[in-house]
């Protein structure tokens, strides 16, 4: 599946370098224009699937952007607004805005948002995996925190983690393990499949992968708990 396609539109430049990074990061393509021409230029050119239309620009322009560049086929809009522009922000809604947010904005809220509109449309940002205290999109190495802090995997523990995935309950050989998911270098045997056993729940913050003595390693998901 190509990639998300993201257009970011007159918003404040630290919140646009910050949330076109977050984007990214989970495989996403990030499009920016500053002015309102070049918004009309990049819209123009079709194949966006979200656009976020940052306060720089009055209410009446954005409107004008979702009026000209939205609707059936079209890409979904998000607005920004400032808090006590109710009024602009019914009016947005009215005209088929996708979402309205206040700003100030906070970048996580702002992309799970976008990560909501881009699920209704059949462009799902990622394979997602829910662990203790983590979430994880294998699609962009993403190890996401409940704390907030993320990580990065490596080719080679993406490759270590599908493979539990793939085998739930089953104890994995050493053998089994370098087969299917060979180590980044040389050094991938016997108590070097130890160390990224280590690295891995390290990395995951998990103890759903355990060590069966004498025999190997098993993966067992995590219950799922009722609110």
Not at 100 to 126: F, H
Not at 143 to 163: C, F, I, K, N
């Amino acid at each position: 599946m190509a990639r998300s396609v993201i257009a970011l539109v007159s918003l404040a430049q630290v919140v646009a370098s910050d949330l076109a990074d977050h984007l990214e990061r989970r495989g996403h393509d990030v499009r920016e224009a500053r002015q309102p021409w070049e918004a009309e230029s990049l819209l123009s050119a079709k194949g966006i699937d979200v656009v976020v239309v940052g306060d720089s620009l009055s209410q009446a322009e954005g409107r004008d952007l979702l009026r000209r560049h939205g609707g059936e086929g079209g890409p979904d809009f998000i607005l920004i607004c400032r808090p006590a522009d109710l009024v602009d922000k019914v009016l947005a809604l009215e005209l088929g805005a996708a979402d309205v947010v206040e700003s100030p904005l906070n970048v996580r809220e702002l992309a799970a948002r976008i990560g909501g509109l881009l699920a209704r449309r059949g462009r799902g940002a990622g394979e997602l995996v829910v662990l203790e205290n983590a979430t994880v999109d294998l699609r962009s190495a993403m190890v996401m925190h409940r704390s907030g802090t993320e990580d990065q995997l490596s080719p080679g523990q993406v490759a270590l983690l599908r493979l539990f995935l793939a085998s739930p309950r089953k104890v994995l050989t050493r053998d089994d393990i370098i087969a299917a998911a060979p180590a980044e270098n040389a050094d991938a045997f016997d108590r070097s499949i130890d160390s990224r056993i280590v690295r891995l729940r390290r990395k995951l913050d998990t103890e759903t992968i355990t060590t069966i003595r004498g025999a190997g390693y098993r993966f067992d998901p995590p219950t799922q708990r009722a609110d």
